[in-house]
């Protein structure tokens, strides 16, 4: 097997694990891991050759975009303090932490690497938390919550990382130049992804067709994340703040086809950047076990107990950090989501997996430094990466669900169903309104003015049932079983006339253009 069917390999398990995790009820990334560990223990599977300093600008940046996606402007902005404390505070503790205990007990590692050690396993992966955690049923406010911190928490880990390693390696350090490369980094950042976005939305205008707006949008992020790095500034951060300007301007209530088809191709980036990530991991912890020969018992050791520190560390922050958010949350009322007891702190501080971001950071650690010595502790440094990212994927990944049932934390059905009654309500009003607008200025016929006037109804009832009484409900339900029934036999027509239409695309001087055209035609029709 070479590298490239290693690959369609791992595509393949990347979609395949979506259906079978539904079905086992264990999450998909956690399913890869386990896959590309296996594939790693089998003889004919080669070792993965992919350049560390190419994984982050070929998988963060399409990840990242598609997790924007399901957020907004809005949730980033109420949710500012408790972001700010898990993705700069929380990582800057555990890395101070683990930087101690490493080199306390690993012989021979100097402060420096011990600190790019702690920053690499500090920040909680993005994917692997709003994946695993999102398929679980947990309150909107932590699932909203830990998209935030791990979208944020690379920024500041990898600034800490490049600053330690470059200490290391140049054998000086500058707190002052590390704070100022901070703050260099995220202005940078933040300048280039509001211009790229703003130059993107221009360009979505001109071009105008939904298949060239999203062959855009899926090199945005790839251009975003490359030039803030060229220009030493976050690439994390640029490709945030690009996604989140085009998510805030470019949305199109009319845009229909352009919305739909969208969605389904970021679903789909998503689902196989997502499958190949996590397997690359279980790939990876062949070659990390590999660089221990010969002194396997002290790096597990060592493992085990930096995996202790990153564990405990969070559970430690998390619990008085959420109990402070929950008194200034009650006296100052802000609107902001935050945990609401100790069992969705405890939910919290288990989705703390690492993953794609730590395994490219361990990966890219220097062979030597500047004079030519052999980097300090790489193998150790790489050895225990893997095992923290291994011991919170996989453990803290196959026991979530079991964790999330035990303490029976689930979403706020109530509040989700309170909240789509009151956007039924707002749609019917909004389509009565402008339907009486439209009545003021055009003599609709009486027919045509009680259909609109139905279907007005219609969309709001259609949403939520709820939106009327018992006896308009039962009405309701009568005419959706009338309409069902009607657009079930229409269906089945327009099902007999796309056959008929395909069927003719193999016929003798047809026209296979024309067929599609015709073919679309119906598609749309049908989908309407």
Do not use: C
């Amino acid at each position: 097997m070479d590298q490239l069917a290693l690959l369609f390999v791992l595509l393949l398990g990347a979609v395949v694990t979506v259906p079978l995790g539904e079905r086992i009820g264990l999450p998909s990334p956690v399913l890869m891991t386990l896959i590309g560990v296996v594939l790693a223990l089998l003889p004919f599977v080669p070792n993965v050759q992919v350049p560390p300093q190419y994984i982050l600008p070929l998988l963060l940046p399409p990840l990242l975009y598609a997790a924007v996606q399901r957020t907004s402007w809005r949730q980033f902005a109420a949710n500012k303090r408790p972001i700010f404390l898990l993705a700069v505070a929380l990582v800057f503790i555990t890395t101070i932490a683990v930087a101690a205990v490493a080199n306390a007990i690993v012989p021979g590692l100097p402060i420096a690497a011990a600190v790019a050690l702690g920053a690499l396993v500090a920040p909680p992966d993005p994917v692997a938390a709003t994946a695993v955690a999102g398929s679980l049923g947990l309150p909107r406010r932590l699932v909203s919550i830990l998209e935030g911190e791990g979208l944020f928490n690379d920024v500041t880990a990898i600034v800490i990382y490049h600053a330690a390693i470059a200490a290391v390696v140049s054998g000086s350090f500058s707190w002052p130049g590390a704070v100022g490369q901070l703050v260099l980094s995220a202005v940078v950042a933040v300048a280039i992804g509001l211009a790229l976005g703003w130059v993107s939305n221009k360009l979505m205008s001109v071009l105008g067709d939904a298949t060239l707006q999203i062959g855009l949008t899926l090199l945005v992020p790839f251009v975003a994340y490359v030039l803030a790095e060229e220009l030493h500034g976050s690439g994390v951060l640029a490709v945030l703040t690009t996604a989140l300007f085009l998510a805030e301007h470019t949305a199109d209530a009319d845009d229909v086809m352009g919305r739909l088809a969208g969605n389904s191709f970021w679903e789909i980036v998503d689902t196989l950047v997502t499958g190949v990530a996590f397997g690359l991991i279980g790939l990876e912890l062949h070659n990390a076990f590999h660089m221990g020969q010969g002194h396997e018992t002290q790096l597990v050791v060592w493992g085990a107990a930096i995996v202790g520190v990153v564990v405990v560390v969070r559970l430690l922050y998390l619990l008085p950090a959420a109990w402070v958010a929950k008194k200034l949350h009650r006296l100052r009322d802000l609107d902001e989501e935050i945990p609401m007891s100790w069992r969705e702190s405890v939910v919290m501080w288990w989705s703390g997996m690492r993953g794609v971001a730590s395994v490219a950071l361990a990966l890219a650690v220097p062979l030597t430094t500047d004079d030519g010595h052999p980097f300090p502790g790489r193998d150790e440094i790489v050895f225990i990466a893997f095992a923290v990212i291994m011991a919170t994927l996989v453990v803290q990944g196959l026991t979530l669900p079991w964790l999330v049932r035990r303490l029976g934390v689930t979403a706020d059905a109530d509040a989700e169903r309170k909240l789509e009654h009151d956007l039924a309500v707002r749609a019917a009003r909004a389509a009565r309104h402008r339907l009486k607008e439209i009545e003021s200025v055009e003599d609709l016929p009486d027919e045509i003015s009680e259909r609109l006037t139905r279907t007005a109804f219609d969309i709001g009832a259609r949403i939520s049932p709820f939106v009327v009484d018992d006896e308009r409900r039962e009405w309701f339900a009568r005419r959706i079983a009338y309409v069902q029934t009607l657009r079930r036999v229409q269906r089945d027509m327009m099902s007999a006339a796309r056959h008929e239409v395909l069927s003719a695309r193999n016929e003798p001087g047809s026209d296979p253009e024309v067929v599609d055209r015709v073919l679309r035609h119906l598609d749309v029709r049908s989908m309407r």
